[in-house]
């Protein structure tokens, strides 16, 4: 009779809901478990497959950086480099009331923004929640609802308090809007493709800026959008706002973005528009989709290419579906059924459950890697409940180190994306900030860590120079600060045609 397996605790879902995990099974010997020399035969299989050496990560860095500088010179490359209007840094003397509608993934979000000079600012905000048919429907009536809810923000903040709106106040809107689109002046953007899990047709191709303002029209509001911005320009300008030493922000949550500010005279594209060439202007870059449709350069596994081709846009996004939060939990999901399909894994349980595309959340991952506990609870208690497999300390301490080699490598290679930034404009003597943000760098243990010694392997010690920070509030602060500029450069006659 083997010792009886017992654990007890509780595991806090990602909804917030609390569950009591009691284990007590006495009778192993009915069900064929892997041992635990099966399970590190295997671990040893996929670390070759998920471990980037250093000479590998600066070939990519490598290739990275001439895919930016191919964006920048032609327009319509795989990475766009899109550039976005916002010219220069924020002087952080900035003032007055804003308003900022934000698309996301899974919120819409209104802001009213007070900002008070000095990096200060006050926010009161609202989320509302985006079902997934919406994100389906059409394009116009999507752009209704938020129209709807921006209507239902300002009724409910207009009034004498402090914070408050005045009745009749014509308030300037930024509008982050973060899908890749095509810009050709600030308040103007084609959508050039849904990401995200979007696919509201009658959309791409047509300049979604133009769309929302027949939806604030329709509803009678006292805004006027000034700015179609994407959040991580948004980041990018509110870090530098509140911490002036930021020079790069990065997004790494459910997408995976970046953006920083280059010389006018280095974007060949847009010469043809007449502003000066010793002018700043940010570039939201549009990274998730370097290596796209080539898949050159990128260490991809097999398990990478089934993710993409049963994605619902095979070939696009290559770098972010190795890193972004959307997809780490299939990944592992893809090799745990493999192995079941090997007869390595829950012979003789009913894996049913497991085999549903997209059901285990990256959120798992995350809590496998924080186990605390010997027995990793967290770790039974993922399973049982969610997937009712019993599972071996053996094969539940292979589950925790896959985890963290599918972790490591997607923080990784975010840190080639930031290197190939920094070795593009020279940042690395004097070192730089870079304002990150995004679900994966906020609440994966040790993402950040990760993305610091991946900097350290592919710069050696110089890499210590370049430290990430948690940014600000890009969609909603950040599209604000950029309505105040558009409107302080407008108001000075500066560039008006953009």
Same mark, same amino acid.
């Given at each position: 009779?083997?010792?009886?397996?017992?654990?007890?605790? *509780?595991?806090?879902?990602?909804?917030?809901?609390?569950?009591?995990?009691?284990?007590?099974?006495?009778?192993?010997?009915?069900?064929?478990?892997? $041992?635990?020399?099966?399970?590190?035969?295997?671990?040893?299989?996929?670390?070759?497959?998920?471990?980037?050496?250093?000479?590998?990560?600066?070939?990519?860095?490598?290739?990275?950086?001439?895919?930016?500088?191919?964006?920048?010179?032609?327009?319509?490359?795989?990475?766009?480099?899109?550039?976005?209007?916002?010219?220069?840094?924020?002087?952080?003397?900035?003032?007055?009331?804003?308003?900022?509608?934000?698309?996301?993934?899974?919120?819409?979000?209104?802001?009213?923004?007070?900002?008070?000079?000095?990096?200060?600012?006050?926010? @009161?905000?609202?989320?509302?929640?985006?079902?997934?048919?919406?994100?389906?429907?059409?394009?116009?009536?999507?752009?209704?609802?938020?129209?709807?809810?921006?209507?239902? /923000?300002?009724? +409910?903040?207009?009034?004498?308090?402090?914070?408050?709106?005045?009745?009749?106040?014509?308030?300037?809107?930024?509008?982050? /809007? *973060?899908?890749?689109?095509?810009?050709?002046?600030?308040?103007?953007?084609?959508?050039?493709?849904?990401?995200?899990?979007?696919?509201?047709?009658?959309?791409?191709?047509?300049?979604?800026?133009?769309?929302?303002?027949?939806?604030?029209?329709?509803?009678?509001?006292?805004?006027?959008? $000034?700015?179609?911005?994407?959040?991580?320009?948004?980041?990018?300008?509110?870090?530098?706002?509140?911490?002036?030493?930021?020079?790069?922000?990065?997004?790494?949550?459910?997408?995976?973005?970046?953006?920083?500010?280059?010389?006018?005279?280095?974007?060949?594209?847009?010469?043809?528009?007449?502003?000066?060439?010793?002018?700043?202007?940010?570039?939201?870059?549009?990274?998730?989709?370097?290596?796209?449709?080539?898949?050159?350069?990128?260490?991809?596994?097999?398990?990478? @290419?089934?993710?993409?081709?049963?994605?619902?846009?095979?070939?696009?996004?290559?770098?972010?579906?190795?890193? *972004?939060?959307?997809?780490?939990?299939?990944?592992?999901?893809?090799?745990?059924?493999?192995?079941?399909?090997?007869?390595?894994?829950?012979?003789?349980?009913? $894996?049913?459950?497991?085999?549903?595309?997209?059901? /285990?959340? @990256?959120?798992?991952?995350?809590?496998?890697?924080?186990?605390?506990?010997?027995?990793?609870?967290?770790?039974?208690?993922?399973? @049982?409940?969610?997937?009712?497999?019993?599972?071996?300390?053996?094969?539940?301490?292979?589950?925790?180190?896959?985890?963290?080699?599918?972790?490591?490598?997607?923080?990784?290679? +975010?840190?080639?994306?930031?290197?190939?930034?920094?070795?593009?404009?020279?940042?690395?003597?004097?070192?730089?900030?870079?304002?990150?943000?995004? *679900?994966?760098?906020?609440?994966?243990?040790?993402?950040?860590?990760?993305?610091?010694?991946?900097?350290?392997?592919? /710069?050696?010690?110089?890499?210590?120079?370049?430290?990430?920070?948690?940014?600000?509030?890009?969609?909603?602060?950040? +599209?604000?600060?950029?309505?105040?500029?558009?409107?302080?450069?407008?108001?000075?006659?500066?560039?008006?045609?953009?």
């Amino acid at each position: 009779m083997p010792a009886s397996r017992r654990g007890s605790g *509780s595991l806090v879902l990602p909804s917030g809901q609390t569950i009591a995990i009691h284990t007590r099974t006495q009778d192993e010997e009915d069900l064929p478990h892997a $041992t635990k020399k099966t399970m590190a035969d295997h671990l040893r299989k996929y670390e070759t497959l998920f471990t980037l050496t250093p000479q590998r990560m600066r070939m990519i860095v490598e290739a990275f950086a001439e895919s930016l500088e191919l964006g920048l010179a032609k327009p319509n490359q795989i990475v766009p480099m899109i550039p976005t209007f916002v010219f220069g840094w924020p002087s952080g003397q900035e003032t007055g009331d804003y308003l900022a509608v934000d698309l996301g993934g899974t919120n819409l979000r209104v802001c009213l923004v007070t900002l008070q000079g000095d990096g200060k600012f006050e926010l @009161t905000q609202t989320k509302y929640r985006l079902a997934e048919e919406q994100k389906q429907d059409d394009g116009q009536k999507l752009f209704d609802f938020c129209a709807e809810c921006l209507k239902t /923000f300002v009724e +409910s903040n207009t009034g004498n308090g402090p914070g408050m709106l005045k009745e009749g106040q014509v308030l300037p809107l930024g509008f982050t /809007f *973060s899908y890749p689109c095509y810009q050709e002046r600030i308040d103007h953007g084609e959508l050039i493709r849904w990401t995200k899990g979007f696919g509201a047709p009658n959309t791409e191709g047509r300049d979604v800026a133009e769309m929302f303002k027949q939806s604030l029209a329709k509803h009678n509001l006292p805004v006027h959008l $000034t700015a179609l911005i994407n959040d991580t320009t948004g980041t990018l300008i509110a870090s530098h706002y509140v911490n002036p030493r930021t020079k790069i922000a990065v997004i790494f949550g459910t997408g995976c973005n970046a953006a920083y500010m280059e010389h006018v005279k280095n974007i060949p594209k847009i010469a043809n528009l007449g502003i000066p060439p010793d002018v700043d202007m940010a570039i939201n870059c549009e990274w998730g989709a370097f290596d796209s449709f080539e898949h050159e350069h990128l260490p991809r596994t097999k398990y990478d @290419t089934i993710v993409d081709e049963t994605s619902n846009k095979p070939g696009e996004q290559a770098f972010e579906k190795l890193i *972004s939060g959307r997809y780490l939990g299939e990944i592992l999901r893809l090799v745990v059924c493999e192995l079941i399909d090997e007869g390595v894994l829950f012979l003789g349980q009913n $894996t049913y459950k497991l085999e549903k595309p997209y059901c /285990f959340d @990256t959120a798992f991952l995350s809590l496998m890697e924080s186990d605390p506990t010997d027995e990793l609870l967290m770790i039974i208690g993922i399973f @049982t409940h969610f997937f009712a497999l019993e599972t071996t300390l053996a094969e539940r301490q292979f589950f925790r180190a896959l985890a963290k080699l599918i972790g490591r490598r997607a923080a990784r290679l +975010s840190s080639c994306g930031i290197a190939a930034i920094v070795k593009k404009m020279g940042y690395l003597e004097e070192g730089c900030s870079v304002g990150a943000d995004g *679900s994966l760098y906020n609440k994966y243990p040790g993402f950040a860590d990760r993305v610091h010694e991946g900097l350290q392997d592919i /710069f050696g010690e110089k890499g210590r120079n370049i430290v990430t920070h948690h940014a600000e509030d890009g969609s909603g602060v950040g +599209s604000a600060i950029i309505a105040a500029m558009t409107k302080i450069r407008k108001d000075a006659d500066l560039y008006v045609h953009v």
